[in-house]
Structure formats: structure tokens, C-alpha cells
């Protein structure tokens, strides 16, 4: 494997586990209360690679663009060329949780940040509320987002009022991982069969609360997993117990649950993701994905944004467009170990990449499961429906029991 | 008869005082602000409100874990401080002459990162690990332990592991200025055995002892990298756990994070005086 491809795919699957399901961002006013708005925002101020202001008013392109987002998603190797023809530099800075992108803009980021990339749950929590985040987007200026498949143009977090404020990179789902060597037929048809003392010294789960609860939710049929009332977590943790002998481990991370499984302490982990396949061969062990045939299991999405007074928006508009085009986005998909995007770039892609995730999903016109599904809870409580605060909370009484 | 720093100490506190003050101190305060204020969606909204305080400390679950914290924390600065201490009597009585070798071959192992270790530890305590594999090559068992890896006493075995060289340095520092006529002249006197150790040795490294037993208790009381990473399914989840989400998570609480952060500070001060009084206690008897 390329030296820069395993070194992306490892600091994605170490990231914190939860990058793809947060919509929370801290304010960390704290500091600007005590000691003054002025000395904080001196103190934030880094030196981001500002274009100056009359030689290039932001409709140039060339100069600095400042990233914010998930490793690997600033395509280093894909946009080499694009980014040398073009004079652009790109300015990394990464993120672990969708909400430090949030919390470094409004704690001195804003003016400074240019391109940013986070999980679509994210993305649809801060439209939902209100927040000064994003801006809206040109999409005159990005003419390759045509190629966008149908669940990507009409998304909750993509279009909001008729405007649009992200642009899908790349998608895919949440699969179980496990040895075929050991399980030659997968997962079983239903997560809450994970119970059957089969199992038994077997089982890695992430540690995440949003991924098991929502998995487990559907297993027991709620038509919205993110949306149930505090009787139905209730049920949802005693099915997660019964299957609690048969657990391991809890991954800290993507990365984590690989090295718990290549290290043979368990050989079925929940909540998984395909790029931990190529991490695992590097190992030396041949893992598999799938999921629950009647369970299924929720999908992501990570898109780009340009933030709010943005110093370089024509380098973020050109960047974006480029990384729409066929071959870009193809490559980007198979270098993450993902669903492309756009349509063009399917097109470009192995047959057995192809076939690596459903895009008939994403090619409904209704949207989609991508458009319509929602992994995490609301953030307050709305009637019956329980709030994030609450999953996390019996996450915490489901590890003690 | 009062005695007074020498001139100028002060001046020469100066630059490390700021350097406290500032990385530490003032985080500390803002910490201790926000402790007071209110979490609305997204954002923290300034206040005066105990319900922080009043709500960490009358959740079962928080005041569960905290327990729990303070137990696993207890017991393994009670494990740590006496190897160490006998780990420190040894090189310097015993072994003087290959006193620095011992202590570098101890402390070698804090060259690495702290995650390194504890995945190292994982190699050594895991199914197919060094333990299991050496033990099934021997022939002692016939099935690999599964208890060593991702329970409690992997979780203990490794905070022990980790936090042994750095409980080995105060008392070894304070042990290396006990002079070896002291425990001549005990020993002429009849105090041998751990009567040396309580009545002569253990007072004279008191403030080594006090020091190692505080580094192995607040650091094994903050972490949360061990449990997580070692503590499996069967209950790793500590204090950190806990506040680490209020502030990394879909629903972070600042405000909640901030108190509970108190609280056990709170805590872990009564403990750690509670216990080197004791201590002081003891060798007094």
C-alpha cells in the first residue's frame, strides 16, 4: 500500500469515533467572557495564510486555502497537480470531532477558515439550527456538482430553503467486520441476535453510543431509530445486555477495533467501516464486511463547506469543482475506501469497487436512505422523543451493568 | 526562630509562578467560571447556577463512577507505592553500586508515548499475546487466559505497570539521602525487620513516599486511556470517561463537564490528605 494512502487511512480510523455522528460544537466562552473578546481573538489569530486585501479580493484564484476538516479529505495526493497548476497552497489544519470546526470558528476562526469537511449529521444539526456557520454556496461557480447523484442535490444538509450550503465528497455505510475464517456466513440476520451465546468471546463493538443504540433500535423495529421515546432506550438497553456477555471490547476507535480483531482477542466487530479491510491486509489478516441481511445498517456522508467570510473563496470554489470532476472524485473515493459521489466518477471506477456500496441509493429520486435517514437524536428533548444527553447517558448505564 | 527565603528568591520564582499562572492557574479559573453557567443547544450561556453541582452529584451513574474511579485509583497507588518503596530500599542499600543502571532500566520505558505502552501492554496481556503464547509453549495451560486482557485487571496490571517509574523517583530521591549509618545504628539498637522500615526508614522518606503515593493516586484517578483501552466490556468506564464526553460529544455539556472536574479535584485533595496523614501516623507509632 502507498506509503501516504496508509498513513490517511490510518489517522482516519483512529479519529475519534464519533467525527461522523456529532452536530454538538462548544462556544468556549468561557475564555472570551473572562478575558475579553480582544485578547482572545489576539490569542486565536494564527498566522493562516491571509491573501492581502486589493491584490486578490477573494475573486482570484491562487494564494493560500485554508482547510478544516477530516484528514484525507483535503485530497493531497489526488489535487497535487490541480493545486501546483493553479498556485493554490493548501493550509491543513484536521479536525478529531465535527464540533472542533465549530468551536475554532467561534472562537476566533471566522475570517480565517476557508474549506471545511464534516459528516452530514453535522452539517444538518448546525442548518437546523440556525447557527452562522456556512455559507452559501455559488453553484454557478462549481458547474461539476451537476454530476452529484439525485440524494446528493436534495439532502437536509446539503439545501436548505432552496439554497445550498455543502457539497458531497464522499459516502458509504456502517457494516459489521468480521473473520470469515471464523464466521464463513457474517453477521447473523438481526444485531439483537448477536445475543446467542455463540458469540461468546467474540465481539468488538465501537464505543459509541449512537452507532450501537441506532443499530439496536432497528433491530427491535422502530420505524426512526433517532427518534424514540425514553421507554423505547429503555427496551433498546436491555437488548444491547443481552447481547453484553458476548462482548470483548469496545473499540476506541475505527483503527482500535481493527487491532483487537488482527490481534485475535475478537473477530466480529459492529460498527465498522470498509477501509478497515485494507488496514487489516496490511497485517496480514483477510477480514470481510457485511451486514445484518434483515437489520441493514445507516449511512454517511462527509461534504464540503466554505465558511462564513471566507479570506480565499475563489480557491475553495475552484477546489470543490475540481474535486467534483470524474477522476477526482473516483479517485478520492477508492483512496478513503468509499462511495463517490458523483455519477461521472462511478463511471470511472473497478467493477468490484462498484459494487462495494448500494448506489441505487443514492440514485433515487426521492433522495434516498442518505436523505432520509438520521443517526443522531435530536439535541433537546422534543415531547416524548429523547435527546442526545439521554443516549449517551444509558450508553454509560449499559458499560457499568 | 523564623527563616526567611534568601533576597531575591521571589525574583527568582518570578518566571516559573507565570508560567503556572498562566497554563495552569487561569485555565483553572475559566474552568472554575464556566463551572457556574448554563448549556443551551450549542452553546454555554453565562450564569450563576449551582444546578451543575447539585445535578453531578445526585446522578446515580456519575456518583457510581466516581466511586469506582476512587477505589481502582486507591488501590493501585497502594500497590505502586510499596514496590516502589521496596523497589527504592533495594537499589540503595542493596544494590547501591548498580543503583543508577537499575533506576535507568526502569525509567527507560518512559522514552515512549504513553499510548505505545499501553498497547504494548496489550501485546503482552492478549490472547495471542507473550503471557499466553510463553504460558501454552510451557505448557502450563492448556487454553489461553482470556481474563488477562479487557477486564479490570488488565486495566489494574497496566496503570501499575505505567505509573511505577514515575512513583520509583520521589522515594528513590528521598531514600538516596538517608544515610547508611542510620540504619546501622537502628540495627545496633534492636529495630530490625519492618520496625526499621516504620520506626527509622519510612519517616526519613516520608515526603518521597507522600509524593510517589500522590502522582500513582491523581494519576490513575484521571486517566481514561487504560480503561478505555484495556477495561473490555466488563466495566472500564471511569471519571474521565465521563467528563471527557461532556466536552467531545453530541451532547457536551461544558458547564456539567467544568463541576464534575471540581468535584473530583474536590475529592481526590480529601483523599490524598486523609491517606499521608495516616501515613504520618503510622511512622509515628
Same mark, same amino acid.
Given at each position: 500500500?502507498? %506509503?501516504?494512502?496508509?498513513?490517511?487511512?490510518?489517522?482516519?480510523?483512529?479519529?475519534?469515533?464519533?467525527?461522523?455522528?456529532?452536530?454538538?460544537?462548544?462556544?468556549?466562552?468561557?475564555?472570551?467572557?473572562?478575558?475579553?473578546? &480582544?485578547?482572545?481573538?489576539?490569542?486565536?489569530?494564527?498566522?493562516?495564510?491571509?491573501?492581502?486585501?486589493?491584490?486578490?479580493?477573494?475573486?482570484?484564484?491562487?494564494?493560500?486555502?485554508?482547510?478544516?476538516?477530516?484528514?484525507?479529505?483535503?485530497?493531497?495526493?489526488?489535487? +497535487?497537480?490541480?493545486?501546483?497548476?493553479?498556485?493554490?497552497?493548501?493550509?491543513?489544519?484536521?479536525?478529531?470531532?465535527?464540533?472542533?470546526?465549530?468551536?475554532?470558528?467561534?472562537?476566533?476562526?471566522?475570517?480565517?477558515?476557508?474549506?471545511?469537511?464534516?459528516? +452530514?449529521?453535522?452539517?444538518?444539526?448546525?442548518?437546523?439550527?440556525?447557527?452562522?456557520?456556512?455559507?452559501?454556496?455559488?453553484?454557478?461557480?462549481?458547474?461539476?456538482?451537476?454530476?452529484?447523484?439525485?440524494?446528493? +442535490?436534495?439532502?437536509?444538509?446539503?439545501?436548505?430553503?432552496?439554497?445550498?450550503?455543502?457539497?458531497?465528497?464522499?459516502?458509504?455505510?456502517?457494516?459489521?467486520?468480521?473473520?470469515?475464517?471464523?464466521?464463513?456466513? &457474517?453477521?447473523?440476520?438481526?444485531?439483537?441476535?448477536?445475543?446467542?451465546?455463540?458469540?461468546?468471546?467474540?465481539?468488538?463493538?465501537?464505543?459509541?453510543?449512537?452507532?450501537?443504540?441506532?443499530?439496536?433500535?432497528?433491530?427491535?423495529?422502530?420505524?426512526?431509530?433517532?427518534?424514540?421515546?425514553?421507554?423505547?432506550?429503555?427496551?433498546? @438497553?436491555?437488548?444491547?445486555?443481552?447481547? +453484553?456477555?458476548?462482548?470483548?471490547?469496545?473499540?476506541?476507535?475505527?483503527?482500535?477495533?481493527?487491532?483487537?480483531?488482527?490481534?485475535?482477542?475478537?473477530?466480529?466487530?459492529?460498527?465498522?467501516?470498509?477501509?478497515?479491510?485494507?488496514?487489516?491486509?496490511?497485517?496480514?489478516?483477510?477480514?470481510?464486511?457485511?451486514?445484518?441481511?434483515?437489520?441493514?445498517?445507516?449511512?454517511?456522508?462527509?461534504?464540503?463547506?466554505?465558511?462564513?467570510?471566507?479570506?480565499?473563496?475563489?480557491?475553495?470554489?475552484?477546489?470543490?469543482?475540481?474535486?467534483?470532476?470524474?477522476?477526482?472524485?473516483?479517485?478520492?473515493?477508492?483512496?478513503?475506501?468509499?462511495?463517490?459521489?458523483?455519477?461521472?466518477?462511478?463511471?470511472?471506477?473497478?467493477?468490484?469497487?462498484?459494487?462495494?456500496?448500494?448506489?441505487?441509493?443514492?440514485?433515487?429520486?426521492?433522495?434516498?436512505?442518505?436523505?432520509?435517514?438520521?443517526?443522531?437524536?435530536?439535541?433537546?428533548?422534543?415531547?416524548?422523543?429523547?435527546?442526545?444527553?439521554?443516549?449517551?447517558?444509558?450508553?454509560?448505564?449499559?458499560?457499568?451493568? | 526562630?523564623?527563616?526567611?527565603?534568601?533576597? &531575591?528568591?521571589?525574583?527568582?520564582?518570578?518566571?516559573?509562578?507565570?508560567?503556572?499562572?498562566?497554563?495552569?492557574?487561569?485555565?483553572?479559573?475559566?474552568?472554575?467560571?464556566?463551572?457556574?453557567?448554563?448549556?443551551?443547544?450549542?452553546?454555554?450561556?453565562?450564569?450563576?447556577?449551582?444546578?451543575?453541582?447539585?445535578?453531578?452529584?445526585?446522578?446515580?451513574?456519575?456518583?457510581?463512577?466516581?466511586?469506582?474511579?476512587?477505589? @481502582?485509583?486507591?488501590?493501585?497507588?497502594?500497590?505502586?507505592?510499596?514496590?516502589?518503596?521496596?523497589?527504592?530500599?533495594?537499589?540503595?542499600?542493596?544494590?547501591?553500586?548498580?543503583?543508577?543502571?537499575?533506576?535507568?532500566?526502569?525509567?527507560?520505558?518512559?522514552?515512549?508515548?504513553?499510548?505505545?505502552?499501553?498497547?504494548?501492554?496489550?501485546?503482552?496481556?492478549?490472547?495471542?499475546?507473550?503471557?499466553?503464547?510463553?504460558?501454552?509453549?510451557?505448557?502450563?495451560?492448556?487454553? %489461553?487466559?482470556?481474563?488477562?486482557?479487557?477486564?479490570?485487571?488488565?486495566?489494574?496490571?497496566?496503570?501499575?505497570?505505567?505509573?511505577? /517509574?514515575?512513583?520509583?523517583?520521589?522515594?528513590?530521591?528521598?531514600?538516596?539521602?538517608?544515610?547508611?549509618?542510620?540504619?546501622?545504628?537502628?540495627?545496633?539498637?534492636?529495630?530490625?525487620?519492618?520496625?526499621?522500615?516504620?520506626?527509622?526508614?519510612?519517616?526519613?522518606?516520608? /515526603?518521597?513516599?507522600?509524593?510517589?503515593?500522590?502522582?500513582?493516586?491523581?494519576?490513575?484517578?484521571?486517566?481514561?486511556?487504560?480503561?478505555?483501552?484495556?477495561?473490555?466490556?466488563?466495566?472500564?468506564?471511569?471519571?474521565?470517561?465521563?467528563?471527557?464526553?461532556?466536552?467531545?460529544?453530541?451532547?457536551?455539556?461544558?458547564?456539567?463537564?467544568?463541576?464534575?472536574?471540581?468535584?473530583?479535584?474536590?475529592?481526590?485533595?480529601?483523599?490524598?490528605?486523609?491517606?499521608?496523614?495516616?501515613?504520618?501516623?503510622?511512622?509515628?507509632?
Amino acid at each position: 500500500m502507498d %506509503p501516504r494512502v496508509r498513513s490517511l487511512l490510518m489517522a482516519r480510523l483512529n479519529a475519534d469515533v464519533s467525527r461522523r455522528r456529532f452536530i454538538q460544537g462548544a462556544a468556549g466562552m468561557a475564555a472570551v467572557t473572562v478575558l475579553g473578546t &480582544g485578547a482572545v481573538s489576539a490569542a486565536g489569530r494564527k498566522p493562516a495564510g491571509r491573501t492581502p486585501r486589493g491584490a486578490q479580493a477573494g475573486d482570484e484564484i491562487g494564494g493560500p486555502l485554508n482547510f478544516l476538516g477530516y484528514e484525507g479529505e483535503e485530497a493531497p495526493n489526488v489535487s +497535487k497537480a490541480f493545486l501546483e497548476q493553479n498556485g493554490i497552497v493548501m493550509q491543513p489544519k484536521y479536525i478529531g470531532a465535527a464540533d472542533d470546526a465549530l468551536t475554532q470558528f467561534q472562537t476566533g476562526g471566522r475570517g480565517q477558515m476557508d474549506l471545511m469537511a464534516s459528516n +452530514k449529521d453535522f452539517q444538518r444539526g448546525v442548518l437546523d439550527a440556525g447557527i452562522e456557520f456556512m455559507a452559501p454556496l455559488d453553484m454557478a461557480r462549481i458547474p461539476n456538482a451537476a454530476g452529484l447523484w439525485p440524494a446528493f +442535490k436534495v439532502a437536509p444538509w446539503v439545501v436548505r430553503d432552496g439554497v445550498q450550503y455543502t457539497v458531497p465528497l464522499i459516502w458509504g455505510d456502517e457494516p459489521c467486520i468480521y473473520d470469515p475464517a471464523k464466521w464463513p456466513d &457474517g453477521p447473523p440476520a438481526r444485531y439483537t441476535d448477536f445475543a446467542d451465546p455463540k458469540w461468546a468471546g467474540s465481539l468488538v463493538w465501537l464505543d459509541d453510543p449512537y452507532t450501537n443504540i441506532w443499530l439496536y433500535g432497528r433491530s427491535l423495529g422502530y420505524a426512526d431509530p433517532s427518534r424514540i421515546t425514553q421507554a423505547q432506550l429503555d427496551a433498546v @438497553v436491555e437488548a444491547m445486555l443481552a447481547s +453484553k456477555p458476548n462482548i470483548v471490547a469496545y473499540g476506541a476507535s475505527l483503527g482500535d477495533m481493527v487491532d483487537i480483531m488482527v490481534r485475535g482477542d475478537a473477530s466480529m466487530g459492529i460498527g465498522g467501516w470498509a477501509g478497515q479491510l485494507a488496514i487489516a491486509r496490511e497485517k496480514g489478516k483477510e477480514f470481510a464486511v457485511a451486514s445484518p441481511a434483515v437489520d441493514g445498517t445507516f449511512y454517511w456522508s462527509d461534504a464540503y463547506a466554505m465558511a462564513l467570510d471566507a479570506p480565499n473563496p475563489a480557491n475553495v470554489y475552484a477546489f470543490i469543482d475540481f474535486m467534483m470532476g470524474a477522476e477526482p472524485n473516483a479517485q478520492i473515493a477508492a483512496e478513503l475506501g468509499s462511495g463517490c459521489t458523483t455519477a461521472p466518477a462511478w463511471d470511472l471506477l473497478d467493477p468490484d469497487v462498484q459494487e462495494l456500496f448500494p448506489y441505487d441509493t443514492v440514485r433515487a429520486e426521492d433522495g434516498g436512505v442518505l436523505y432520509s435517514q438520521q443517526v443522531l437524536p435530536p439535541q433537546q428533548p422534543d415531547g416524548d422523543i429523547v435527546n442526545t444527553g439521554a443516549w449517551t447517558d444509558a450508553w454509560q448505564v449499559f458499560k457499568l451493568s | 526562630m523564623t527563616v526567611r527565603p534568601p533576597a &531575591g528568591a521571589w525574583r527568582q520564582l518570578a518566571p516559573a509562578t507565570a508560567f503556572y499562572l498562566v497554563f495552569f492557574g487561569i485555565p483553572l479559573l475559566i474552568l472554575l467560571v464556566l463551572s457556574f453557567w448554563r448549556q443551551e443547544g450549542f452553546t454555554q450561556v453565562p450564569d450563576a447556577t449551582l444546578g451543575n453541582y447539585a445535578g453531578g452529584l445526585t446522578n446515580k451513574l456519575y456518583v457510581t463512577v466516581l466511586l469506582r474511579t476512587i477505589l @481502582v485509583a486507591l488501590v493501585t497507588a497502594l500497590i505502586v507505592v510499596p514496590i516502589a518503596y521496596v523497589m527504592a530500599y533495594l537499589m540503595r542499600f542493596r544494590f547501591e553500586r548498580r543503583a543508577n543502571l537499575l533506576l535507568g532500566l526502569v525509567l527507560i520505558s518512559l522514552f515512549s508515548g504513553y499510548l505505545v505502552r499501553i498497547y504494548a501492554w496489550r501485546t503482552i496481556l492478549g490472547t495471542e499475546g507473550l503471557l499466553n503464547t510463553a504460558l501454552l509453549q510451557l505448557g502450563l495451560i492448556a487454553e %489461553p487466559i482470556t481474563a488477562l486482557i479487557f477486564s479490570p485487571w488488565a486495566v489494574m496490571i497496566t496503570l501499575v505497570g505505567l505509573l511505577l /517509574p514515575l512513583a520509583l523517583l520521589p522515594i528513590s530521591s528521598s531514600m538516596s539521602n538517608v544515610s547508611r549509618d542510620h540504619v546501622e545504628a537502628a540495627r545496633d539498637l534492636g529495630s530490625n525487620g519492618l520496625r526499621l522500615h516504620r520506626t527509622v526508614l519510612l519517616p526519613m522518606v516520608l /515526603p518521597g513516599v507522600g509524593t510517589a503515593f500522590a502522582i500513582a493516586f491523581v494519576l490513575a484517578a484521571g486517566d481514561f486511556v487504560v480503561p478505555t483501552m484495556l477495561g473490555g466490556a466488563s466495566g472500564g468506564t471511569m471519571i474521565g470517561n465521563l467528563i471527557t464526553n461532556f466536552f467531545r460529544s453530541s451532547s457536551a455539556d461544558w458547564p456539567l463537564g467544568a463541576a464534575l472536574s471540581f468535584v473530583v479535584l474536590a475529592l481526590l485533595v480529601i483523599v490524598y490528605l486523609v491517606t499521608t496523614r495516616l501515613l504520618r501516623w503510622v511512622s509515628r507509632r
